[in-house]
């Protein structure tokens, strides 16, 4: 599932390393590379940027680039979209 890059709202980044700040363990449902929705629950161990795109690295090790990101807990992804003027 290789696909450009699509950044996320900033309202959603806050909410992203507000958990990896109070490194408390949150349900993340996302998108993995075949584009089948799986939730872990994990603590999030870092958020950077590599190659063009931003990334969370989780406690286990495992990344998830954050445009692939469904909800954290009860924070919808969608829900801090903005529609286009």
């Known amino acids: 599932m290789t696909r450009t890059y699509v950044p996320i709202d ?10 990896a700040t109070l490194r408390r363990i949150v349900a993340i ?7 089948n929705r799986r ?7 870092d958020l950077f940027a590599r190659d063009g795109a931003e990334y969370m690295r989780l406690d286990d090790g ?5 445009d692939r ?10 829900a801090f979209e903005r529609a286009p003027a």
Do not use: W, Y
């Open 10 to 19: 900033c309202e959603f980044h806050d909410v992203l390393e507000a958990a």
């Open 29 to 35: 449902d996302h998108l993995d590379d075949g584009g």
């Open 39 to 45: 939730v872990v629950d994990a603590r999030i161990a």
């Open 62 to 66: 495992s990344l998830i680039r954050l």
């Open 69 to 78: 990101i469904v909800s954290i807990d009860d924070a919808q992804r969608s």
